[in-house]
């Protein structure tokens, strides 16, 4: 089938960026969107003219590389999937399409579709850990975890980083990625003694990068393609306030 | 090439003498030790941020090291462990059904086909639990029992249930328990990373690994760093064969220019094909996609008995179908070990008995499972798995049956390391999937993450330290002309590639060189096809050198140009696959030489003459490779063929 | 950092904001609440009865003007936090997109949630106008008088009753009253969640409960100049 894109192009941070019109053929059903990408880039390529510029990796929907916005949607329309599972098979032929990177003023655009999102990378080094030396742990069984609740920290652990919360966001806000960090750690015993440092320093750490506030729009737990929960962002803020009367 | 064994005298394992169980202690206790103090005064380049760099720059910088650390992807938690499904073994026995240190070798030593060093796993089953340890105590939500503790569950090759899980997302869990191990280290000075960086080269200083070339990726840049030792954590090689289960940034590169730099590169042809991935669709696809062995567990593996039957699955009555597997193998069935049930699925495809659209398929069937438990308890326990199937094929296995195939999934070949994971290189130590040194010629299922994690939590804070400690290390700075060289030689690699300006892309290239390596170094090899590959990848290489196309230019973002330096490495790495595939001759584990087989057609060990690893020496731009060899002495198990009918 | 600055560093971050609005708002909507069950006694045949009402809160004294003055800082601080998110939320995403939607599911983003800022505003200027209007409005000395059990009180119900003779005004409250549902639509459930109060089992009710108790005020306080003004106050 015939697919026309419209991709946002654009040479470098400082470079002014537009949106591409590119009509690709042959694109088969079973194809990846990112695939069908591969197909467009070897065309251009070809043509002697640049490829687009996209990140991905593990194209499994695990490591967080992959930032479409696909018709306006972060990952595109898919519940809880990556842009790079996200098949053409869910497509007509000549369907039009616009990509655009994710915006936000904490994500730098790098070039294309590419962007920096270092700032997630600073907001864990900011306190998303246990403090836990190489060989200073006990026996793996000596603390029982209620498997429930070892369960709801997992859906919260699930994140992948890929920032598509903050895409979506109206406010560019990194409150669901923040807090699903945060919720998983001090769901578990083991976050436990740090839990108050790890909320404030997180969260300061997130103003300082730029993300706007959170709204509630929920917008983020809809495009997040692990759907971690806003609920976190509630516990996120109950561990604030508990933080907070505790100082 | 089948003379006996002679042990090459620069292939010293430097194992420690004693008892098995001792060996690892005697090392600790003997080992000489770096003072606090003076660990501020030294700095490490770890390159790579998966499993085995991550906890690596970890463990490190907590000791005092200063700790570079590079990875491609833009955020260290993106480095391909992030993508493991299954799990992690450990011999812990909290099933207490009769797992033990011993066994967990004994098993990982069989699996891997007798032809692993002996020290090295027993030590990495000796740590295995303590890794278990670590992991829990920095909150990696292992999944649980009721009761609240540790769940284990059994993986092919082994009779009892030691591996421990995270859903179907353990590497993922796993890497951010690393990930924030070393962010915290980030946090407190101690490391400072470097994302969106390639190594393209190694800088030898009087003979030691003292630095290396980098590449910006955003801004093309050539970076020199200095350390006193380089760790090297850069993964496996899977991706020379195009298509594989790995991430599309996975590359041999690193490994590959310190294998020119004067580091063997040992087994290289040892590949693990898994044999259940999603089977390839079209010339399109870019990557497969692994569907867990645990899935074997329940579901059944069939072909219809007529070559050539297009007949839809559920219009094949029970009396056409083949269950190979089960009729083969009557005591392991559908659970032979990965080796086995790869070669199996290709000889269907082979008598066109292969299934699906391309024919290059066989069916993974659950009807009798769901008939039996009922499909919640199929859901429960697959459910992920059998979503992932339906978003990428479209079809729904509860209905109808899964199609798989085997797909290129792991290299246990990799930079030749001595015990304390140093390659022939002073100063170079070479961590995780990069090295070759635990899973001999077929790894055994959640072993990969162990290993990752042992090397770095665990062995190379004290094998590091020693190497520090006994080692003249002066002071060496950028300016140095070893640096000068190693940026020119780099730089000039990317204009070259950038000026042939031919009418091929760089994919073509690398699909080419893929289909060549899957037809002939792939899951069946034999004499001809191997001589065959190599002259194809001469000829490829020829082709690529005149008839290349990169896009763009070498100061921006250019991931053709990133990928056009990758493939030129796989290429020159294809060739010496084959030539050490050619070489062993006798079937081990994943290395399948036709001529070598049973009469019921089962791999042929052939311990005489091959029980050794075969290191290769770079001597030089289209020079034929020297093969040293690492004899393989086994002192404390007894080998025997594999059997598992 | 001592104890004090601390607090107020946490409350000046994002989440300490969102915490100062959700409370903020919070009292809000308890005040608005209380204020529509009493202003239904203008409903009632007894025309004392709302004048009787007002009295009735104005014999607190001096603690009247205690949480006058409290409620106006805190309509002043929750219109502070309000503007400056919306304004952050710009400098937040400096290049906007070329194409955005909602991928509906389980967002919560609505033309109510994403109008806060334009709705709450109008709520402040309406605040101003409205509270110069009755609470300042004409009064005893302007002969605004009636009896209640014997003694001299102001005629409150005169004055609101005067002023919805007016189209004018009417239109002006019912307009208003209706972006104040559109305010509550969104601002119930998510003072809720900004409070930390949210469990994911309760997500679905409480933002039904919302939509409700937003359409419930609104049709409340929307009813009243509307039926002073076809009615004239006179008691049905
Ligand atoms: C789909 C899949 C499932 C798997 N499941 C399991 C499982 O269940 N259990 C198990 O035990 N094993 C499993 N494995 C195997 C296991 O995941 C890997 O062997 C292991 O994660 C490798 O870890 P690593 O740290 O050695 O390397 P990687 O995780 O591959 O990391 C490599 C790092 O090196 C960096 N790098 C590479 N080249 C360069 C360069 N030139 N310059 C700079 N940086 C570079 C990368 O950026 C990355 O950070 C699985 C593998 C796959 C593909
Ligand atoms: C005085 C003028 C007002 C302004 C400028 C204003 C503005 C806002 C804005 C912008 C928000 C959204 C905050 C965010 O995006 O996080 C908000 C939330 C809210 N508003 Fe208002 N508002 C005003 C008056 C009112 C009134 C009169 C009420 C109640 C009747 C009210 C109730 C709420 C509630 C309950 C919330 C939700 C709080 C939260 O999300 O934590 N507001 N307001
Ligand atoms: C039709 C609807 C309304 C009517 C008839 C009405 C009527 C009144 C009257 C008569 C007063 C004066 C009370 C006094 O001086 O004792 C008053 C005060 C006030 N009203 Fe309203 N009101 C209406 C809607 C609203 C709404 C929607 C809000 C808020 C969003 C609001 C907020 C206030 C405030 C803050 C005061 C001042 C309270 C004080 O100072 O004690 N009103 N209102
Ligand atoms: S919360 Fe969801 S959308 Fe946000 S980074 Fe994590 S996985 Fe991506
Ligand atoms: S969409 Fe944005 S406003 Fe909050 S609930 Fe999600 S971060
Ligand atoms: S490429 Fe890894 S999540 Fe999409």
């Known amino acids: 089938m015939t697919i026309n894109l419209k991709v946002w192009r654009q040479e470098g941070p400082d470079k002014p960026g537009r949106l591409v019109p590119y009509i690709v053929e042959g694109v088969n059903p079973d194809m990846s969107f990112l695939e069908m990408f591969d197909l467009l880039n070897e065309v251009l390529i070809l043509k002697g003219e640049e490829p687009i510029e996209f990140d991905s990796d593990c194209r499994e929907g695990i490591c967080g590389s992959c930032n479409m916005v696909v018709n306006g949607i972060p990952h595109g329309p898919q519940k809880g999937t990556a842009v790079c599972q996200l098949h053409m098979r869910h497509y007509k032929d000549g369907d039009s399409i616009v990509v655009e990177p994710w915006r936000a003023t904490a994500f730098p655009l790098i070039r294309d579709l590419v962007v920096d999102r270092t700032a997630f990378d600073r907001i864990i080094a900011a306190g998303g850990y246990v403090s836990v030396n190489t060989g200073s742990a006990q026996d793996a069984n000596n603390i029982a975890v209620e498997k429930e609740r070892a369960d709801r920290a997992f859906d919260f652990a699930a994140c992948i980083g890929c920032g598509a919360c903050v895409a979506a966001c109206p406010n560019a806000s990194a409150a669901l990625f923040t807090s699903a960090k945060i919720a998983h750690l001090s769901l578990y015993p083991q976050g436990e003694p740090e839990r108050n440092r790890r909320v404030v320093r997180m969260v300061e750490q997130m103003d300082k990068e730029g993300f706007g506030d959170c709204s509630n729009h929920g917008e983020c737990e809809a495009s997040c393609p692990k759907a971690i929960s806003i609920s976190g962002i509630a516990l996120m803020r109950r561990e604030y306030m508990k933080a907070m009367l505790s100082s | ?645 | ?236």
């Open chain 2, 1 to 645: 090439m089948s003379e006996n064994i002679i042990t090459d005298p620069m292939l010293d394992s430097k194992a420690p003498s004693g008892k098995l169980e001792e060996k690892w202690s005697n090392f600790l206790n003997t080992t000489k030790l770096v003072n606090p103090n003076n660990k501020r005064k030294h700095t490490v380049l770890v390159v790579g941020t998966g499993l085995a760099g991550a906890s690596a720059a970890a463990s490190l910088a907590e000791l005092g090291y200063n700790v570079r650390s590079f990875c491609i992807q833009d955020s260290p938690r993106r480095a391909h462990s992030i993508a493991a499904q299954g799990g992690i073994n450990a011999a812990k026995n909290y099933p207490d059904d009769g797992d033990s240190v011993w066994r967990l070798f004994y098993d990982t030593i069989k699996g891997g086909d007798y032809r692993a060093r002996e020290s090295n796993v027993y030590r990495l089953a000796q740590i295995s639990n303590s890794i278990i340890d670590q992991c829990v105590a920095q909150g990696v939500p292992f999944a649980r029992e009721y009761g609240g503790l540790l769940a284990n569950r059994s993986f092919g090759g082994a009779q009892v249930s030691r591996t421990f899980y995270a859903r179907g997302q353990t590497g993922q869990q796993l890497l951010l328990g690393a990930y924030q191990a070393m962010e915290r280290m980030i946090d407190a000075g101690k490391v400072t990373q470097f994302s969106r960086r390639e190594m393209l080269d190694l800088v030898v200083v009087d003979g030691k690994a003292r630095g290396i070339i980098t590449r910006n990726l955003v801004t093309g840049e050539l970076e020199r760093h200095m350390g006193d030792a380089v760790l090297l954590c850069t993964g496996g090689y899977g991706n020379v064969y195009y298509l594989s289960t790995n991430a599309k940034n996975s590359n041999v590169t690193a490994a590959w220019r310190c294998h020119r730099r004067g580091a063997y590169f040992a087994n290289p042809c040892f590949t693990q094909i898994h044999p259940t991935c999603i089977p390839v669709s079209g010339d399109y696809q870019s990557k497969l996609t692994l569907m867990s062995e645990s899935l074997r567990n329940d579901g059944r593996v069939w072909v219809p008995k007529k070559p050539g039957d297009s007949r839809k699955p559920d219009q094949i009555p029970e009396e056409d179908r083949d269950y190979y597997l089960e009729r083969k193998y009557p005591s392991f069935g559908n659970l032979v070990p990965r080796d086995v049930a790869s070669r199996n699925a290709k000889e269907m495809v082979d008598h066109e008995k292969g299934v699906g659209e391309t024919k290059m398929a066989v069916y993974l069937d659950f009807a009798d499972a769901i008939k039996r438990v009922g499909e919640h308890v199929i859901s429960e326990r697959y459910g992920n798995l059998f979503e992932m199937y339906e978003k990428i094929t479209g079809d729904d296995p509860y209905k109808v049956p899964m199609r798989i195939y085997p797909a290129v999934h792991y290299t246990m070949g990799g930079l030749w390391v001595d015990y304390n994971l140093m390659s022939t290189i002073p100063g170079l130590f070479v961590l995780g999937e990069a090295n070759f040194s635990d899973h001999g010629a077929n790894r055994l299922g959640a072993s990969a993450l162990m290993q990752g994690l042992a090397d770095g939590y665990f062995v190379i804070s004290h094998t590091l330290g020693n190497y520090i400690a006994s080692t003249e290390l002066p002071k060496v700075d950028t300016a140095r002309p070893e640096f000068a060289d190693a940026e020119n030689e780099s730089r000039a690699r990317l204009t070259t590639l950038l000026s042939i300006k031919g009418e091929k892309t760089v994919t073509q290239f690398h699909q080419e060189l893929g289909h060549i390596m899957w037809d002939y170094v792939g899951m069946a090899r034999n004499r001809e096809g191997l001589g065959h590959a190599m002259t194809e990848i001469t000829r490829l290489r020829e082709e690529f050198g005149r008839n290349l196309r990169v896009p763009g230019s070498p100061d921006t973002l250019n991931k053709n140009l990133e990928f056009a330096g990758r493939v030129a490495d796989y290429m020159e790495l294809g060739e010496l696959m084959a030539r050490d595939a050619l070489q062993r001759e006798e079937s081990c584990g994943g290395h399948f030489r036709e001529e070598y087989q049973t009469e019921e057609g089962e791999a042929q060990r052939d311990d005489e003459k091959f029980g050794y690893v075969a290191a290769w020496e770079y001597t030089g731009a289209n020079q034929t490779p020297v093969v040293h060899k690492e004899n393989l002495e086994f002192e404390f198990v007894k080998l025997t063929q594999r059997s598992y009918k």
């Open chain 3, 1 to 236: 950092m001592n104890t004090h600055s601390k607090l107020l560093a946490g409350l000046t971050s994002q989440v300490g904001r969102k915490i100062l609005t959700g409370v903020t708002g919070f009292v809000l909507v308890l005040f608005v609440i209380g204020h529509l069950s009493g202003n239904l006694s203008l409903l009632k045949s007894d025309p004392n009865a709302f004048n009787g009402y007002a009295r009735f809160l104005h014999s607190f004294g001096a603690f009247v003007y205690v949480i006058e003055v409290l409620l106006t800082l805190v309509i002043l601080t929750h219109a502070y936090i309000g503007i400056s998110i919306a304004l952050r939320k710009k400098e937040a995403r400096k290049q906007g997109y070329e194409m955005y939607r909602s991928k509906g599911g389980q967002s919560k983003q609505s033309i109510s949630s994403r109008t806060m800022v334009y709705t709450g505003t109008i709520l402040l200027i309406f605040l101003v106008i409205h509270i110069i209007q009755f609470r300042f409005g004409a009064g005893i000395s302007a002969g605004y008088i009636t009896t209640l059990n014997g003694e001299e009180a102001r005629d409150l119900r005169r004055l609101v009753v005067e002023v919805f003779q007016n189209p004018g005004w009417v239109a002006f409250y019912v307009g208003v009253m209706i972006l104040l549902g559109f305010h509550l639509r969104h601002g119930i459930w998510s003072m809720l969640q900004s409070l930390g109060a949210m469990r994911p089992r309760y997500t679905p009710v409480i933002y039904g409960i919302a939509l409700i108790l937003g359409i419930l005020l609104a049709v409340g306080f929307l009813l009243l100049p509307i039926w002073l003004y076809i009615y004239g106050g006179a008691a049905v």
